[in-house]
Structures are given as C-alpha cells and as structure tokens.
C-alpha cells in the first residue's frame, strides 16, 4: 500500500517542477502496457490527484508526460524499454536508430539529427 502522504509530496514536488517535465517526456505516441500497472493503486492516486488538480482541463496536460512521469516514479528499470530500433518523429524531436540499426533498418531519417544521441 502507498501512503497517500508519500504520493501528495511527490505529485506536489513535481508540479512545481512543471518545466522539468517536458525534458524527460517520452514523445512517442506509441506505447505498450501492462494494465495492472496503469491500474494499480500507486499510478491510480497518482491519476487522482493529477485529475484534482485541474491540469487535464485547464493546462492540456497530455498523455504522454503523465504516462512518462508515472513510469518514472512507479515502474522498475527492468520494466522499461526502448525500442532503440525504431525511429520516431514528433516535432521538432526525433530518434532516428544509430549505427547498425540505422542500415539494417533502411531508416530515412538523419541519424546525425537525432534528439537522444550524442556522439
């Protein structure tokens, strides 16, 4: 069980860190979940208080930093994967697979523009 003290420290903590959130968004539109997760009690207090809030409605908080932030907080690092292999655009961010992906994946995009990799 989580505390429900613990939860409204650590939403509260990352409110006021708003900017934060855009930088370790994950900007995929492409997700596979397990629903236990989405649905267990810690992400569902999460949600809950996220919903409270107002954000959803009156700032558009969207999808993908709640989901991301929610991983962040609840999953374990085994339970995380990115699909490196796969390239992905959403304005005016990209990964694009680097090295060998990148050919045996006949990829179109750029891999020197490539938001995530630095070389």
Not at 29 to 41: P, Q, T, V
Not at 79 to 90: A, C, D, L, M, N
């Amino acid at each position: 069980m989580v505390a429900r003290t613990t939860i409204n420290v650590i939403v509260r903590h990352i409110l006021l860190a708003r900017p934060v959130l855009i930088i370790f968004s994950v900007w995929s539109n492409f997700e596979i979940g397990d629903l236990d997760f989405w649905r267990g009690e810690a992400y569902t207090k999460y949600f809950e208080h996220l919903d409270q809030q107002g954000g959803f409605y009156y700032e558009r908080w969207g999808d993908a930093p709640v989901h991301s932030l929610g991983a962040s907080l609840f999953a374990r690092k085994d339970q995380i994967h990115f699909f490196k292999e796969i390239g992905y655009r959403h304005e005016p961010f990209q990964h694009c697979p680097q090295g060998n992906l990148h050919t045996q994946g006949k990829c179109w995009c750029d891999s020197a523009d490539n938001f995530d990799y630095v070389p």
